[in-house]
């Protein structure tokens, strides 16, 4: 007979072996149960499906000042041309031509007979231009006139009144800075752009190709890049204030500063072009010294080189320039004052005759040797 305390061992054995499998049984009971509960809750989960966001409904419309400037858009859009200039070649060889586009730009329409305003450098050097209208349509253009010192040029095309909406004309004498304006314009050939900004700047002064000086020029902060020249500056109402020429940039594309030839010159120039192809301007009848010609003979003023004979100067008792009879040259008048204001080189003389018309009488104060004296001069067309 066994021991008591064998017999305990081997009872223990035995209940320990039965409890470690009803404990194996148990966990692979709730491994199972957990497992089912997973399969329960995958079959049950609704699949989440991703659909466009439901549009918010606006609280209201749109603003007063965008509802303006659309309306301006919508309104003179129409008026605004695409330019592009065309320059023929010919072959060396082959003697054939050839029409290449030297560059673009834009402008606008003028009036119902098809005249077209741009900017004289668009149009410079040009065999023929070609005006694209807002509707997409290309006509051939004939160049009219121009007026190089003030970068405005004049193009016919021999399109359909009904598609030729004339701008609407402003005025540039009353501007004010940080008025709101607006340029339209074809920049880097993109027809119909718009941009928005303020005039930043009055009474600039820019040259033009011919280095003549360009005067109460009007800066804005409208963007403004290469082939908006020729565009239109308009005002808050869709009028005309000025035709955009020029940008200051290091880049060459916009940085803030750009410059439009103000509408009255626009306006006093443009009809002059339509009615003799030319720009018909006051003048005095002289031929004018450089302003480096009269630092070199030490005055201040304009120095008169020649008075050709019967003009309004020769008339007035004017004198140029006289040969010694040692060959040198003896200085004759010098214009210092015209009508009280002070001359003191060939830009203030042509901003003052700017201002004047043909037949205008005109008070000269000249120095001639130390002297002074006042003159008279009836103002009449230069040739």
Same mark, same amino acid.
């Given at each position: 007979?066994a021991?008591?305390h064998?017999?305990? @061992?081997?009872?223990?054995?035995?209940?320990?072996?039965?409890m470690?499998? /009803?404990?194996?049984?148990?966990? $692979?009971l709730v491994?199972?149960?957990?497992?089912?509960? %997973?399969?329960?809750k995958?079959?049950?989960t609704?699949e989440?499906v991703y659909?466009p966001r439901a549009?918010?409904?606006p609280?209201?419309?749109?603003g007063?000042?965008e509802k303006?400037t659309?309306?301006?858009f919508?309104?003179?859009?129409p008026s605004?041309v695409?330019?592009t200039n065309?320059?023929t070649r010919r072959?060396?060889?082959?003697?054939?031509?050839?029409?290449i586009?030297?560059?673009t730009?834009?402008?606008?329409?003028w009036?119902?007979h098809g005249?077209i305003v741009?900017?004289y450098h668009v149009?410079e050097?040009?065999?023929?231009?070609r005006?694209?209208l807002s509707d997409?349509?290309?006509?051939?253009?004939e160049?009219?006139g121009?007026a190089?010192d003030?970068?405005?040029?004049?193009v016919?095309?021999?399109?359909?009144?009904s598609?030729?909406k004339?701008?609407?004309?402003?005025d540039?004498?009353n501007l004010?800075?940080?008025q709101?304006?607006?340029a339209?314009?074809?920049p880097?050939?993109?027809d119909?752009?718009?941009t928005?900004? %303020?005039i930043s700047?009055?009474? @600039?002064?820019?040259k033009?190709?011919?280095?003549?000086?360009?005067?109460?020029?009007?800066q804005?902060d409208a963007p403004?890049?290469p082939?908006?020249?020729g565009g239109p500056?308009l005002?808050s109402?869709g009028? $005309?204030?000025? /035709?955009?020429?020029?940008?200051?940039s290091?880049t060459?594309?916009?940085a803030?500063? &750009?410059?439009?030839?103000?509408?009255?010159t626009v306006?006093?120039?443009?009809p002059q072009?339509?009615?003799y192809? @030319?720009v018909i301007?006051p003048?005095?009848?002289i031929?004018p010294g450089?302003?480096r010609?009269?630092q070199q003979l030490g005055?201040t003023? /304009?120095?008169?080189l020649k008075?050709p004979p019967?003009?309004?100067a020769?008339?007035?008792?004017?004198? &140029?320039l006289t040969?010694?009879a040692?060959?040198g040259?003896?200085?004759?008048d010098?214009i210092?004052k015209?009508?009280?204001t002070?001359?003191k080189?060939?830009?203030?003389?042509?901003?003052?005759l700017?201002?004047r018309?043909?037949g205008?009488?005109?008070?000269?104060e000249?120095?001639?040797?130390?002297r002074? @004296?006042?003159?008279?001069?009836?103002l009449?067309?230069?040739?």
């Amino acid at each position: 007979m066994a021991p008591p305390h064998d017999v305990q @061992r081997s009872a223990a054995a035995r209940d320990s072996a039965v409890m470690t499998k /009803v404990l194996a049984v148990l966990l $692979l009971l709730v491994a199972a149960a957990l497992v089912i509960t %997973v399969f329960q809750k995958r079959a049950t989960t609704t699949e989440i499906v991703y659909e466009p966001r439901a549009v918010t409904l606006p609280a209201g419309d749109l603003g007063a000042d965008e509802k303006a400037t659309i309306a301006v858009f919508e309104s003179v859009s129409p008026s605004v041309v695409h330019v592009t200039n065309v320059a023929t070649r010919r072959d060396a060889y082959t003697m054939d031509v050839t029409e290449i586009a030297r560059g673009t730009g834009s402008g606008f329409v003028w009036d119902e007979h098809g005249h077209i305003v741009t900017n004289y450098h668009v149009i410079e050097g040009a065999s023929t231009t070609r005006v694209t209208l807002s509707d997409g349509t290309t006509y051939e253009g004939e160049i009219v006139g121009s007026a190089p010192d003030k970068d405005i040029a004049v193009v016919k095309i021999d399109a359909p009144p009904s598609k030729l909406k004339k701008i609407a004309v402003g005025d540039s004498s009353n501007l004010k800075v940080g008025q709101t304006v607006l340029a339209i314009g074809n920049p880097f050939g993109l027809d119909q752009t718009l941009t928005t900004g %303020v005039i930043s700047g009055l009474g @600039r002064e820019i040259k033009s190709v011919t280095q003549r000086t360009i005067y109460d020029v009007i800066q804005t902060d409208a963007p403004i890049n290469p082939g908006n020249s020729g565009g239109p500056l308009l005002d808050s109402h869709g009028r $005309l204030i000025g /035709v955009n020429t020029a940008i200051y940039s290091p880049t060459g594309s916009s940085a803030g500063i &750009g410059f439009a030839v103000p509408v009255d010159t626009v306006n006093r120039i443009v009809p002059q072009i339509l009615q003799y192809r @030319r720009v018909i301007r006051p003048a005095l009848g002289i031929n004018p010294g450089t302003d480096r010609l009269a630092q070199q003979l030490g005055v201040t003023g /304009v120095v008169i080189l020649k008075v050709p004979p019967n003009g309004p100067a020769a008339r007035a008792g004017l004198v &140029g320039l006289t040969q010694s009879a040692r060959g040198g040259w003896i200085v004759g008048d010098v214009i210092t004052k015209l009508d009280g204001t002070a001359i003191k080189g060939l830009d203030d003389l042509f901003l003052a005759l700017d201002k004047r018309k043909i037949g205008d009488v005109v008070t000269l104060e000249v120095a001639n040797n130390g002297r002074t @004296r006042t003159v008279d001069v009836k103002l009449e067309a230069a040739p």
